[in-house]
T-cell receptor
Framework: AQTVTQSQPEMSVQEAETVTLSCTYD???????LFWYKQPPSRQMILVIR??????QNATENRFSVNFQKAAKSFSLKISDSQLGDTAMYFC?????????????FGKGTHLIIQP | KAGVTQTPRYLIKTRGQQVTLSCSPI?????VSWYQQTPGQGLQFLFE???????NKGNFPGRFSGRQFSNSRSEMNVSTLELGDSALYLC??????????FGPGTRLTVT
């Protein structure tokens, strides 16, 4: 079974700084999907970014980008120009089918705090 | 399109009772998956349904069950509730190869 590890339980940075959240995973498959989800205090899970393993190009969504290192099984999230609204729990997640039968396997999460 | 809806949003039950939670997916989505979120165990996959068939189940006891209806709405049931079942229960709807869209969750408290 696949596992997802987030080694940073909590991080704190100043507004406008750049922050990188780490995620490693373990799988024997070559095709899969990786996700970063944000969960603010409202508890609503919001997709931040999605990466398909067969794509070598790193995904980018506005201020959010990933560094996907398939051989190292690493999937880090970089948040540029951080904003107060970025304060939330961030979860790295893995899926074999990206919306199919297996559901999502989540890491334990990183609590990101953006200080004013 | 309307998002994923979950009812009820909050629920308080007593040990030994049973509970049913409901999830309505985004229109057109045929896959619904359920997750339990607790401070100690984090987010754990419960089960996934596609076209009324359970295709995968996480490592949970048989007290946790679910079903999906022909309109893709899904229910999960927990029988003989235990204190440890207190959690936020999230459902997500999806389409294969696409992203998962989450509902707001149902907060279950077992006393």
């Amino acid at each position: 079974a696949q596992t997802v590890t987030q080694s940073q339980p909590e991080m704190s940075v100043q507004e406008a700084e750049t922050v990188t959240l780490s995620c490693t995973y373990d799988t024997s498959e070559s095709n899969y999907y990786l996700f970063w989800y944000k969960q603010p205090p409202s508890r609503q899970m919001i997709l931040v970014i999605r990466q398909e393993a067969y794509k070598q190009q790193n995904a980018t969504e506005n201020r959010f980008s990933v560094n996907f290192q398939k051989a190292a099984k690493s999937f880090s999230l970089k948040i540029s120009d951080s904003q107060l609204g970025d304060t939330a729990m961030y979860f790295c997640a893995f899926s074999y089918s990206g919306g199919g039968a297996d559901g999502l396997t989540f890491g334990k999460g990183t609590h990101l705090i953006i200080q004013p | 399109k309307a998002g994923v809806t979950q009812t009820p949003r909050y629920l308080i039950k007593t040990r030994g009772q049973q509970v049913t939670l409901s999830c309505s997916p985004i229109s057109g989505h045929r896959s619904v998956s359920w997750y339990q979120q607790t401070p100690g165990q984090g987010l754990q996959f419960l089960f996934e349904y596609f076209s009324e068939t359970q295709r995968n189940k996480g490592n949970f006891p048989g007290r946790f069950s679910g079903r999906q209806f022909s309109n893709s709405r899904s229910e999960m049931n927990v029988s003989t509730l235990e204190l440890g079942d207190s959690a936020l229960y999230l459902c997500a709807s999806s389409w294969p190869g696409q992203q998962y869209y989450f509902g707001p969750g149902t907060r279950l408290t077992v006393t």
